[in-house]
Structures are given as C-alpha cells and as structure tokens.
C-alpha cells in the first residue's frame, strides 16, 4: 500500500455580507440573458470572471462557475434582514493541486475584486472533506470490517458482474461503504480509480502521477486494473459536527481543531482485521489501511497539494472535452450514416465526406457559424 494523495476534497464556506448593489445590477442583468439562451453566460467584474448559470437554487439569486478549478459561487439578494448572503463551494480540483492555504487566498482575492467587504468574524465553515488516496490494488472491501457504534448507519455499495446496486452487507465486491450522515460526520471507503473512469475525472492520474513523481516512483498505468487501483478513505465533517460538537466556525478555530475532528472520527469509526477467535468486535485491531491513514492524519492537514501547474489543470480538461466531443461526432455520423442507408463497407468513405458536407453547411450561413464559433470558445475559455 502506498499513499498517492493526501489532503482536503471539498470546502463550504458562508459569508455574512451582501454583495454591492452595482454587483446585483450587473449580475440581474447577466442572468436574464442566461435564461433568454437558457445557458450559462460568460460574466466579467472587477478582474474576475466567472460562468452565471441561468438560475439560482435555495434562496440564492445567482449561481456562478469559477472555472476549472471547481469553485462555486452563490450569491443572495441584498436583504438587510438576510445577512448571510453568500456561499462558496471548493471542490476537489482546486484544493488538491493548489492546497488549502492557496485556495483560502483564492477566495479572499476574488472577494475583494467584487466588492464584497467582510471581516474573518463573518466567515463561517459549514463543510470540510479530507480525504486520503491509497495505492492498494490487492486490497478487498468488507463492509463487516467496520467497528462502529450500533446507532452509526452504514451503507454499502456492491458491484456484481459490472452493475452496481444498493446494498447493505450482502457478499460481493463492494466498491464502496459509507458510514454516518451528514450533516454530521461521515466516513467513506470508495474505489476511487473507478470513480475516476466512470465520471469522467482523468485530472486524477495527473494528481496521483505528480505526488508519485515527486517521491521518484514510476507513474500509473491507467489501463491496467491490476496495478492501479487506488481506494479513497474520505472524512466528512458537515455543520452539524464542526460546530455543534467541536465549536468550529471561525478559520483560527478550525485550523487549531480540525485535525482532531479527523483522528476522532478514524476512532469512533474503525475498519480492523477481524479475529475469528475474539466475539468482541471493539478488540480487534486496526487494518493496516486505518493505521496508515491515521499516521497520515496526524501531520499537517492545511499545506497539502500536488503542485500541479494550473496549466497542465487546463491541458488536461481541453483534452477530455475534446475526446468526449469526437465521440459524439463519431457516433452522429455513424447514426447519419444509418439514416442515409449506407453499408459497412463504405461507412469510412462516408465519414471522409463529412468534412465537404460541413464545409457546405458553414459556407451557406457564415455568420451563424461564426457566432456559434464565438459561443464555443466563451463557453470554453476556461481551458484555453
């Protein structure tokens, strides 16, 4: 077993602040635009820029897409009476290459360009994900391993044959297992190179390949299974933990305690090796999984990243759009191809013409293919 990235996976913060009236009028108007083309549009504010989405969602006016980087904005109404009129979400992408400490200036910065005034007493933490990435392709998944307490629930994911179902302690090969609830705590097993295929996410084995390179060790393969699966062991600490238990709130608070939330949780909830001659499940000792995670834990949480430059970030989400878009071309053309009757056997002298039937396409209306042209590369700017 080897440790191929360690560090925070999700941050959600809320601001007690209102965003400046010059803002709300500028994102109200966006936002119209965004429902007339039923899109996300490109917006533009003090040196910042972001996608407005073409509505909000759970009281808040505007929701705007920060990038590549995973970072989601919600913004209120100014409301006198609402003072708690922003939310950011960090995902994973941003935290794992850039660090914490990184991401936390991130926010600031992009604060101030718009506006947003606050002091480090109006910031409140609601939500903090740790996680830690395990090479460990012999390693099997027992959901029965976990010792936790009886009123804990715990949820299993199974795969059989290729198709996965909800499950709850049946034999198989499970693929994940999930343990608490949130907005409390919440532990979770997961195969994370599995994730990674199926969602999409090939900015992972950049992750994992940079951190290996970084200790002199061989890349991953991602095609072989065999020696590449990597396992996910992810703390969850929703709001109802940081702050009902542990008092969090505020940064001084959390960067003084988190680390305690994680080696808490790692106790209450243990994955052992089973003693078939000891009934007494609480005595059996800690796989070595837990034990190595756990020594992990006990460092320092706030600096960890890959130190990925943003614009390998880039290269690699350009280069997933433009594999996920040649497929669809490919299979519109063959799905073309069908519907005008050709057979396999001239199916690649079909596909050789597409090129002059486009061409014809785009030479009948410029000026709609320009702007078509044009759309694309706001939409996508991101990755240039």
């Known amino acids: 077993m080897h440790i191929v990235h360690r560090g925070f996976d999700t941050l959600v913060l809320s601001i007690q602040a ?22 996300p549009v490109p917006v533009s504010y003090g040196g910042a820029e972001f996608d407005l989405k073409p509505y909000g969602g ?26 708690w009129g922003v939310r950011v979400s960090v995902g994973s992408t941003l935290l794992a290459t850039q660090g914490l400490g990184y991401a936390r200036a991130y926010l600031d910065k992009t604060l101030t360009r718009l506006g947003i005034r606050y002091t ?18 012999e390693f099997e998944l027992m959901p029965e391993n976990f010792v936790i307490h009886s009123h804990t629930n715990r949820a ?14 049946k ?4 693929t994940s297992v999930t343990v608490g609830k949130m907005p409390g705590r919440q532990v979770i097993i997961y195969d994370k190179r599995r994730e990674v295929i199926d969602r999409h996410k090939p900015i992972w084995w950049d992750i994992w390949n940079a951190n290996l390179g970084r200790e002199d060790l061989a890349p991953l393969d991602s095609t072989d299974r065999d020696t590449s699966r990597v396992w996910r062991i992810e703390i969850r600490a929703g709001k109802d933990l940081l702050k009902d238990r542990w008092q969090i709130r505020r940064w001084a608070e959390f960067d003084a305690q988190f680390g305690d939330v ?17 009934t007494n499940r609480a005595r059996w000792s800690n796989h070595p999984l837990w034990d190595l995670i756990g020594t992990e834990a006990e460092g320092d949480l706030t600096e960890m990243r890959s130190y990925l430059p943003p614009s390998q970030i880039k290269h690699v989400h350009r280069t997933e759009h433009i594999r ?10 063959i799905t073309l191809a069908a519907l005008e009757g050709t057979s396999e056997a001239k199916l690649a002298d079909h596909m050789a013409g ?25 939409r996508y700017r991101f990755v240039e």
């Open 18 to 39: 209102n965003i400046p009236p010059e803002l709300f009028e500028y994102l109200d108007v966006e936002r119209e635009k965004a429902e007339e083309a039923r899109a």
């Open 58 to 83: 759970n009281g808040y006016r505007f929701i705007l897409q920060g990038g590549p980087l995973e970072v989601t904005w919600f913004f209120k109404k100014p409301n006198a009476r609402d003072p």
């Open 120 to 137: 480090a007493d109006q910031v409140s933490i609601a939500r903090a994900d740790f996680c830690v990435d395990v090479l460990a392709p």
């Open 156 to 169: 299993d994911h199974l795969t059989v044959e290729e198709h996965d179902t909800r499950s709850n302690g």
């Open 171 to 174: 034999s198989g090969q499970f």
């Open 262 to 278: 994680v080696a808490e949780a790692l106790q209450k909830i243990r994955y052992c090796t089973p003693d078939p001659q000891d």
């Open 324 to 333: 996920l878009i040649m497929a669809q071309l490919a299979g519109n053309a």
């Open 354 to 378: 597409m090129g002059g039937r486009l061409r014809e396409v785009i030479k009948a209306d410029p000026a709609r293919a320009a702007n078509k042209l044009d759309q694309a590369r706001d």
